[in-house]
T-cell receptor, first 113, second 112 residues
Framework: EAQVTQNPRYLITVTGKKLTVTCSQN?????MSWYRQDPGLGLRQIYY???????DKGDVPEGYKVSRKEKRNFPLILESPSPNQTSLYFC????????????FGPGTRLLVL | DQQVKQNSPSLSVQEGRISILNCDYT??????FLWYKKYPAEGPTFLIS?????DKNEDGRFTVFLNKSAKHLSLHIVPSQPGDSAVYFC???????????FGPGTRLSVLP
C-alpha cells in the first residue's frame, strides 16, 4: 500500500530534550515536506526537499532541522524543543513536478512541556 | 500577516445543496492554487487545483473558480453530501519554488 508513515504518532517531551520525528514514504517520490498545523493558522511549511541532499526552508524553519540522505526518508529534528513547538506535524511527499498533489502522512502530535 | 485567508471558520449546508468555500490571497506572485480536504485524525488530501492562467477548473462535483483581479478563489461542491463534512484548506504557491502557503481552513458540515 502506497503511504507516508510518521513515527511517533504522539509524543510528550520536556523543554530542551532533543527529539526526531521520522517520515518515510514507499512511493519513490522525489519531493518531501514537513508542515505544522496550529489552530487558526492552518498548515505552515517548515522545510521541504526536492530530492536527496536538497533541502530548502519553508515559512517557519526556526528551531527545526531536516536531512535527506535517502529518497524515502525525511526526518524532522528538534535539537532543543520549546513549548511553542507544541503542534500537530505532518509530513508529505509527491512525485517530481507534482508537488501540489502531495500525499500527507497521518500526523504526529507533539507536546513540549 | 497571513497571505492566504479563509475568513469563514465554519459553514453548514443541507445535503444536496451547494457548498461555497471562499479564499482570499494577498501575494500577487502566487500562480497556482489548491484545495485540500482534511478529516479528523488524518492528513490532508489533495482535492483540486487551478493555475493562474485559468479562471475555472472542474472535477466531478467540485469546481474551483479564480478571480485574479480580486485575488479571490472559491470552491463549489454540488451537490453536497454528508461525506464532504471536513476541514477544507486553501493553499497557494508561486512559480519559483515549491513553498506552499495554506489558509487557516474552513470546517464544512453537511447536514442530512
Amino acid at each position: 500500500e502506497a503511504q507516508v508513515t510518521q513515527n511517533p504518532r504522539y509524543l510528550i517531551t520536556v523543554t530542551g530534550k532533543k527529539l526526531t520525528v521520522t517520515c518515510s514514504q514507499n512511493m519513490n517520490h522525489e519531493y518531501m515536506s514537513w508542515y505544522r498545523q496550529d489552530p487558526g493558522l492552518g498548515l505552515r511549511q517548515i522545510y521541504y526537499s526536492m530530492n536527496v541532499e536538497v533541502t530548502d526552508k519553508g515559512d517557519v524553519p526556526e528551531g527545526y532541522k531536516v536531512s535527506r540522505k535517502e529518497k524515502r526518508n525525511f526526518p524532522l529534528i528538534l535539537e532543543s524543543p520549546s513549548p511553542n513547538q507544541t503542534s500537530l506535524y505532518f509530513c508529505a511527499s509527491a512525485p517530481r513536478g507534482e508537488a501540489e498533489t502531495q500525499y500527507f502522512g497521518p500526523g504526529t502530535r507533539l507536546l513540549v512541556l | 500577516d497571513q497571505q492566504v485567508k479563509q475568513n469563514s471558520p465554519s459553514l453548514s449546508v443541507q445535503e444536496g445543496r451547494i457548498s461555497i468555500l471562499n479564499c482570499d490571497y494577498t501575494n500577487s506572485m502566487f500562480d497556482y492554487f489548491l484545495w485540500y480536504k482534511k478529516y479528523p485524525a488524518e492528513g490532508p488530501t489533495f482535492l483540486i487545483s487551478i493555475s493562474s492562467i485559468k479562471d475555472k477548473n472542474e472535477d466531478g462535483r467540485f469546481t474551483v473558480f479564480l478571480n485574479k483581479s480580486a485575488k479571490h478563489l472559491s470552491l463549489h461542491i454540488v451537490p453536497s453530501q454528508p461525506g464532504d463534512s471536513a476541514v477544507y484548506f486553501c493553499a497557494a504557491k508561486d512559480n519559483y519554488g515549491q513553498n506552499f502557503v495554506f489558509g487557516p481552513g474552513t470546517r464544512l458540515s453537511v447536514l442530512p
